[in-house]
Structure formats: C-alpha cells, structure tokens
C-alpha cells in the first residue's frame, strides 16, 4: 500500500484515483482527471485508499482437503480489486442467544477485515435476511441498496447441480445451541420478530452493496460481479451449515455456477449443539473430547474443504489504521421522552426496536445527550473520531439539526445518568466535522459554517437511517465526554429538532470510533 498516500504539510491527503474512489469519497470541486485531494473523510479512514487504476496484488493461501481430511494449501495470487467479500447475516439480535453472542464477538475483528479489504480495493457485499425487501425493510431505502437496483441485468451461469459428497453437519433440529429445548417464536415472521438490524458495530462504506433476499438476489449479484469484473468471492458470516450455505447467493448457488469462492475460517461461524452432527439423538462423541462451538466450527470449516470449496486466513490485505469502540457510560439528558425512551437506551447496544432515546412531548425541542468515556484500560480516544448515529429501529425518526462536542472535564463533575434535567454543563468544544453523510438515499446531511449539521429530505421522507461524522478530536487521550445537541431549525418539520411530522426524533445508538493508535 506504500506510496498509495502521500501527506502534505498542510494536512491534506493525496489520493491516485479512478472514477470509483473519487465518485464516493472526494469533492467534484477539487478533482483532476488522475489526481484528487481531501481531507480525511470517509466512515473511517481513507488514508490507504487503492484506486480503480491501482493493482494491489493479494496472495490467497487456499486451503484444501482431501477425502482422508488432509490437508493442502496453493497459494493463488490475486488483485484486491478482482474480490468480492460477502457478509452473511450478521445480525444484532437471533433467538439463539448463544449464536447471538458468538457472531457478535466476530464484529470487530471482521469490521478490521472490510475496512482493510475495501483500502486495498475489494467490493463489500451485505446480505442480511429479512432486513431489506421482507421482514424490516431497515436497508431497503439505503443509497447501497439502490446502487444495486440501478444495474443492468446481466446472464446467469448455468446450474451445474452440484451437491456435496457428505450431507451438512449440526442442521437444525429443534434445540438451542446450549442445548435446552426451543420454545415459543423462532421465525422472521409475526409479532415477535427476533431479527431488527444488521450489528451496530459493522460498518457500511458508500461503494458496498446490499443484496436482497429470495431467487432474485442471484441475478443482483452476477449483476455486481460484472460490474467490478470479479473473479472470486470470499465469504465472510453465518451460519456455515445455514444461510452462508444455502442462501440463493451463498456458497453452495456459487458452487453450482462453477464460480471461485472461499470461506475466510475466522469470520465465519456455525450452528452446532452438544449432539452428533448426523445423529441428533447420541450425544458428542466422547472419543472427540469435551464438546464445544469453537472445535464444532472448526469441524465445518475442514467439511468446507473437503467437500466444497477451500478457505483462507482472515491476514490477507494491507493493514489499515485501526478502529475501536470508545465504550461509552452515564448518559444523561435535558429531557427524555415518557414511556421508557431514556438517555440510557442510545447507548446500550440493543438489538431492540424501537428501542432508544426519544424526544417526544418536549415542549421546548432543544434538547442534549451526553456521554462519558468509560475510565477503561485502552479505551482512550485518538485524535481522529468518528460518530455514528442509528436511526434503523423505526421510520422518519432522525434528528434533523445537531451538534458535536467534546470534553476533557473531571468524570466525576458531569453527566450523572439523569435521563431528564441531569447535569450536562461542562467546558465543551464545538467538533468541526471533517466530514458526514447519510445511509438512506432520500436524504443528505449539510455541515453548517458554525460547525453544527444540517439534515435535508426530500418530498419522500427518509425511513430508518444513519448517520456517520468524521471529527479531527482536539483534546486526544484526554477527551472524557462528549455532547450531542439537538437543535430546532424552522427548516425541519414542526420545527425540529427531529425530522418526524411532529418535530420528535428517537436516537436508537449512539456510537463512537477510534481510528489509528493512542499517541
């Protein structure tokens, strides 16, 4: 990635660029036709951004096995721009809490592993069930989303039929993963829907893609695949022995199509339970050892390689600045709407919709949040911050009007957990954004002259959104708190703050990123 990025004295970035990095991140107004500027931008770094004209040459170690379960590697070399990376599934929430927590450990490791695929120039591609066109519908209006449905159908490779030599392990027979017998609604379906948003904590960029659900979802991503003129995909998510495997799009379709794929082993998890993975009824064998998901997984990663395609390491690509959670405690607010929309809810990662901090009924609209950095080992922010906030648990519920700003005050002096009249006062510095966007396609946020933010709709509101702001952070490891203001705007419906017809907004997550190292 060396000599991608060159840094000027006045801290503007230098970027080689073709018309796909320089249509997403950077300004019309300061491009040239083979060279562009900007400051740092994007959701989190664009400091090794690789271009359509760049070749970043990638070495797949592509493991295999033969019948006897040996294995063997061939190095296969590549460039990143000719790899799609599928992510399967990663929800915020599933009825199989095991399964919810163990995917969810996957989260930032495979957050890493997108923002250093798309640097080196890889293609990202969510599938999230249920998420799009049927069930929630939370992406359907994304910009991602429609960059998908704005290609032209291209044809599909015939059906070789494919089928695997040995049949799937641990398919789903009616118990949890711990064990314990299932009860009650398991279904995307009906009144007790598990499955709300893809994890907070993955990050979506402007070039990736959202592919639907059911047999059309085929067509969109052949349609992807020629558009990028990729030659192979690796699969990233779950379940290995589910969705990963038998969705239109997942491996098993791609197989059948004689297309080049991989699973990466690492970012990949499966559905086992203590119980024989052909025989539902004996336990785990004991000549095996003791039973558990992490050795389950392993299992079917080497069924992969023995029976359908190979995998490879999660090490593949140039290493990018890393990113981090600034974990996040004693929120505290002017006013909170009734009926259990508390300052608490913005920041306790719930899968649950409709679940968040509301401004509803505030008779004067202005309102603020404000968080503290939890006095953690290593959770001291650098100086490059990114604010994400989620508006996907329900429509038209943004904030139309905010502001941004920062800390270094004693913990102990601010922000007692209130949720209505708690003490917000504190010496604050305005963030200047560097940079901001929005998810949904019907709507676009303006950074005002005096730093605050401005979102604009169209005459279609904009249903289930986010929101992601690029700060330079002036105070470094010292920041404690931040401070996020809602402000009327006679632009805004009723006013504002918020962009719904009565001026309220409800703030599902309020997140915070730290890009690069502690200095």
Request: aromatic residues 8%.
């Amino acid at each position: 990635m060396k000599g991608i990025l060159n840094m000027t004295p006045s801290g503007w970035k230098t970027v080689h660029c073709g018309d796909r990095v320089d249509r997403m991140y950077f300004s019309p107004a300061r491009r040239d036709s083979t060279m562009c500027q900007t400051k740092w931008c994007g959701l989190m770094v664009l400091f090794a951004l690789a271009s359509a004209v760049m070749a970043v040459p990638i070495t797949l170690p592509m493991q295999k096995r033969d019948r006897n379960n040996k294995p063997s590697v061939e190095r296969v070399e590549v460039q990143a721009r000719e790899l799609g990376i599928i992510v399967m599934d990663m929800w915020d929430s599933h009825w199989d809490r095991t399964y919810q927590e163990r995917s969810g450990a996957l989260v930032p490791k495979l957050n890493q592993f997108l923002h250093d695929a798309r640097a080196a120039g890889a293609i990202v591609i969510y599938s999230p069930t249920a998420m799009i066109e049927n069930g929630r519908r939370v992406y359907g209006e994304a910009k991602q989303r429609q960059s998908v449905k704005d290609l032209p159908d291209v044809p599909i490779p015939p059906n070789n039929l494919f089928q695997s030599p040995e049949p799937q392990m641990w398919l789903y027979d009616g118990i949890h993963m711990n064990g314990a017998p299932v009860t009650g609604t398991r279904h995307v379906a009906g009144p007790h829907f598990p499955l709300t948003n893809q994890d907070a904590g993955l990050d979506v960029e402007p070039d990736d893609y959202f592919i639907g659900d059911g047999n059309r979802s085929v067509q969109e991503l052949y349609n992807v695949i020629e558009k990028h003129k990729l030659k192979r995909l690796l699969y990233t998510g779950g379940a290995l022995n589910m969705c990963l495997y038998g969705k239109p799009i997942g491996v098993l379709y791609l197989r059948q199509r004689d297309f080049p794929l991989a699973i990466v082993r690492e970012l990949t998890e499966g559905w086992s339970t203590p119980r024989h993975w052909y025989k539902i009824d004996e336990p785990f064998p004991k000549e095996l050892g003791e039973f558990s998901h992490a050795k389950a997984d392993a299992m079917m990663v080497e069924w992969y390689e023995r029976n359908v395609c190979p995998s490879v390491p999660m090490d593949l690509f140039p290493a990018t600045p890393k990113l981090r959670d600034v974990k996040l405690q004693n929120a505290t607010a002017q006013f909170s709407q009734p009926w259990g929309f508390y300052a608490a809810l913005a920041i306790d990662r719930s899968p649950a919709a409709k679940n968040g901090w509301g401004n509803g009924g505030n008779p004067a609209k202005r309102n603020a949040l404000v968080v503290q950095t939890a006095p953690l080992a290593g959770n001291d922010c650098t100086d490059k911050l990114v604010f994400v906030l989620d508006f996907l648990s329900t429509d038209r519920a943004g904030i139309g009007k905010f502001r941004l700003s920062i800390t270094d005050d004693r913990r102990d002096t601010y922000a007692d957990g209130l949720s209505n009249g708690g003490r917000i006062d504190a010496k604050w510095t305005v963030l200047k954004p560097m940079a901001a966007r929005t998810m949904n396609r019907f709507s676009h946020v303006e950074i005002q002259s005096d730093g605050t933010l401005l979102v604009k709709v169209g005459e279609q509101p904009a249903n289930c959104d986010r929101y992601i702001v690029n700060v330079v952070n002036p105070l470094g490891a010292k920041a404690t708190g931040f401070r996020l203001d809602a402000l009327p705007d006679p632009s805004l419906p009723a006013g504002g703050p918020g962009l719904a017809e009565d001026g309220s907004f409800l703030l599902q997550e309020f997140m915070v990123r730290s890009v690069g190292e502690r200095k």
